[in-house]
C-alpha cells in the first residue's frame, strides 16, 4: 500500500498571503496524484489531478507541482474562502487507493 | 449539472446490514467507473470499494473486503453499497463518487451518516 503523508498538519496564513502544502508518497506515484479541498459540513471538491491540471472551474490561484514522491500545492494569494482542510489522494497501481491526512489552513 | 444522492445511512447494531444507494444524474452513468469513500467523524478520508462502469470489475479496502459489495444497475442509474457484519468502526459518512479516470474523483454526492452503534 502507497502511504500518503502531508505536511505541514495545520498551516497559519493571513488572507492575501501565499500558501505551500506539501504531500508524500511513501513509493513513486508518477504524476498520479489528486488534491481536494473540503470545508466543514461539505463533500471534497476536486482542486487538481495529474500532479498540476487544474479541474474545471477553480481559480488559477491554485497549482501543483511535483512528480513521484514529492507533491506541492501552492494557493499564490489566499482568499477567504480558501481557509479548509485540502487532502492528496494518489491514484497509481491500486487498490487501494489512498489520501493523505490533510492539512488545514487556517486564518493567523 | 452532475449529481450524485446518496440514501440508505442510518443508525445500526454491530453485526447487522445496511444497504446504501447512490442515484446518478447528469451524466452517462454507464461510461463511468464508480466509487464509495468514507470519512470518519473528525477524521480524513478512506477509499471503501471501486466499480468499474460496466460493472464487472470490483475492488475494496482490505477494511471492507468479504463485508461490503459494490454493484450497480445502470438502467436505473444507481449505484449501491451493501455493507453487512457492521463494526463501530464502519461509522462514517458515505460518500458516492465519480471516477474522472482511472482514480480521481471529479465529483462527490453530500453523504449519507452510517452509525454502527449498540
Known amino acids: 500500500e502507497i502511504v500518503m503523508t502531508q505536511s505541514p498538519a495545520t498551516l497559519s496564513v493571513s488572507p492575501g498571503e501565499r500558501a505551500t502544502l506539501s504531500c508524500r508518497a511513501s513509493?513513486?506515484?508518477?504524476?498520479?496524484l489528486a488534491w481536494y479541498q473540503q470545508k466543514p459540513g461539505q463533500p471534497p471538491r476536486l482542486l487538481i489531478y495529474?500532479?498540476?491540471t487544474r479541474a474545471t472551474g477553480i481559480p488559477a490561484r491554485f497549482s501543483g507541482s511535483g512528480s513521484e514522491t514529492e507533491f506541492t500545492l501552492t494557493i499564490s494569494s489566499l482568499q477567504s474562502e480558501d481557509f479548509a482542510v485540502y487532502f492528496c489522494?494518489?491514484?497509481?497501481?491500486?487498490?487501494?487507493?489512498?489520501f493523505g491526512g490533510g492539512t488545514k489552513v487556517e486564518m493567523k | 449539472e452532475v449529481h450524485l444522492l446518496e440514501s440508505g445511512g442510518s443508525l445500526v447494531q454491530p453485526g447487522g446490514s445496511l444497504r446504501l444507494s447512490c442515484a446518478a444524474s447528469g451524466f452517462t452513468f454507464s461510461s463511468y467507473a464508480m466509487s464509495w469513500v468514507r470519512q470518519a467523524p473528525g477524521k480524513g478520508l478512506e477509499w471503501v470499494s471501486a466499480?468499474?462502469?460496466?460493472?464487472?470489475?470490483?475492488y475494496y479496502a482490505d477494511s471492507v473486503k468479504g463485508r461490503f459489495t459494490i454493484s450497480r444497475d445502470n438502467s436505473k442509474n444507481t449505484l449501491y453499497l451493501q455493507m453487512n457484519s457492521l463494526r463501530a468502526g464502519d461509522t462514517a459518512v458515505y460518500y458516492c463518487?465519480?471516477?474522472?479516470?482511472?482514480?480521481?474523483?471529479?465529483?462527490w454526492g453530500q453523504g449519507t451518516q452510517v452509525t454502527v452503534s449498540s
Open positions: 489522494q494518489h491514484y497509481y497501481k491500486w487498490p487501494p487507493l489512498t
Open positions: 513509493q513513486s506515484v508518477n504524476n498520479f
Open positions: 466499480l468499474s462502469d460496466s460493472g464487472y470489475s470490483t
Open positions: 463518487v465519480q471516477d474522472g479516470s482511472n482514480g480521481w474523483f471529479g465529483y
Open positions: 495529474g500532479a498540476s
